[in-house]
């Protein structure tokens, strides 16, 4: 049904009157509802159209015929912008929720028996996916060669955004993370240690008190970075007196940067135990850790869309994150202090 941009910029229209009451025979096509959630998530016909390689009027009519079938106006267009209207809010969810039931049963025939198959895309944190994707990746096409992961290495608050969005399966990332509309499963605790310059008073320290933090420079990632929160909520625990990193212009977007800093002399750092193989086996660094009881540790796990039906699929891959964590610690420790 053809639609008269400028009707839309002259007053708001209540959707329910817009064209009518609507088919009650009506059931919409999960063509028409991919279309209408990749409308409303892009806010851009010509963006969402390219996303579902289909043409623009084709992507006007099939949101028009949704409309019409549903006698709701979901999409608000103007010469400008795209807008949800507040019936196209509240129906969102379910038309996520549905497209995502009709990809899992898809995804279960052509697995024939393999719950994980077809294409998922998940979402990491910087500081988890360089250190755990290589012995994961692996071991997914060895457990489920018909599985298609596709990798969004992202911060928590972008996955977490994505999550929503329905542009993301699912997300590996610190926990908890407060956030609502997701289900979050913890997978394993994970100790920080500290990184500093060989020549540095702690160094090669094997019981560290969390007050040890006091007398540490500590760089830090940039803002964003859910590492950073962490150190700088344990350094509130610790009564460090000032923030690490307040008054520093240093801007570090990954632990790499950080630690090659550290080798330069410009400070020290904490990683998590799974980053201390890949970052820390440099000349001119030295490991510390902290004592037994200390609480200066991380929870990884993957969180997923609480309206998502595939948990108990998304909980033989976190098995999977768990084993790729164990490697990566295994080979951390054997560089810690004894």
Same mark, same amino acid.
């Given at each position: 049904m053809a639609q008269n941009p400028e009707r839309f910029n002259e007053k708001p229209m209540e959707p329910c009157k817009l064209i009518g009451m609507g088919n009650r025979e009506y059931k919409p096509t999960l063509a028409q509802?991919?279309?209408?959630?990749? +409308?409303?998530?892009?806010?851009?016909?010509?963006?969402?159209?390219?996303? *579902?390689?289909?043409?623009?009027?084709?992507?006007?009519?099939?949101?028009?015929?949704?409309?019409?079938?549903?006698?709701?106006?979901?999409?608000?267009?103007?010469?400008?912008?795209?807008?949800?209207?507040?019936?196209?809010?509240?129906?969102?969810?379910?038309?996520?929720?549905? *497209?995502?039931?009709?990809?899992?049963?898809?995804?279960?025939?052509?697995?024939?028996?393999?719950?994980?198959?077809?294409?998922?895309?998940?979402? +990491?944190?910087?500081? +988890?996916?360089?250190?755990?994707?290589?012995?994961?990746?692996?071991?997914?096409?060895?457990?489920?060669?018909?599985?298609?992961?596709?990798?969004?290495?992202?911060?928590?608050?972008?996955?977490?955004?994505?999550?929503?969005?329905?542009? *993301?399966? *699912?997300?590996? $990332?610190?926990?908890?993370?407060?956030?609502?509309?997701?289900?979050?499963?913890?997978?394993?605790?994970?100790?920080?240690?500290?990184? +500093?310059?060989?020549?540095?008073?702690?160094?090669?320290?094997?019981?560290?008190?969390?007050?040890?933090?006091?007398? $540490?420079?500590?760089?830090?990632?940039?803002?964003g970075h859910c590492l950073r929160d962490q150190i700088v909520e344990l350094c509130t625990l610790a009564e460090v007196r000032r923030t690490p990193g307040a008054q520093s212009v240093t801007r570090a977007a990954s632990l790499t940067t950080i630690v090659q800093l550290v080798v330069a002399g410009l400070g020290t750092t904490l990683v998590p135990l799974s980053a201390v193989a890949a970052e820390c086996a440099r000349p001119g660094l030295a490991v510390a850790t902290f004592a037994d009881g200390v609480d200066a540790k991380r929870t990884v796990g993957l969180v997923m869309r609480a309206s998502s039906r595939r948990r108990s699929e998304y909980e033989q891959l976190g098995e999977l994150v768990a084993e790729a964590y164990r490697d990566a610690a295994e080979s951390g420790a054997a560089l810690l202090p004894r």
């Open positions: 509802l991919r279309t209408f959630v990749t +409308v409303a998530e892009q806010k851009h016909f010509v963006s969402a159209a390219n996303m *579902l390689g289909i043409s623009q009027p084709s992507a006007s009519q099939a949101l028009a015929a949704l409309e019409t079938g549903l006698g709701i106006q979901l999409i608000e267009r103007s010469t400008r912008r795209v807008i949800v209207t507040p019936a196209g809010e509240e129906l969102l969810p379910y038309a996520k929720a549905t *497209l995502e039931a009709a990809d899992a049963f898809s995804a279960h025939a052509r697995g024939t028996g393999d719950a994980l198959s077809g294409p998922l895309t998940i979402g +990491v944190i910087p500081t +988890v996916a360089p250190y755990l994707l290589p012995a994961l990746l692996t071991r997914l096409h060895d457990a489920y060669p018909q599985l298609e992961p596709r990798i969004v290495e992202n911060q928590t608050e972008h996955l977490l955004q994505q999550l929503r969005d329905g542009t *993301l399966d *699912l997300a590996i $990332m610190a926990t908890p993370t407060l956030a609502t509309g997701v289900t979050e499963l913890p997978l394993y605790d994970e100790e920080f240690v500290a990184v +500093v310059p060989a020549e540095h008073p702690l160094a090669g320290a094997s019981a560290l008190p969390l007050e040890a933090l006091r007398e $540490m420079e500590l760089l830090l990632l940039d803002d």
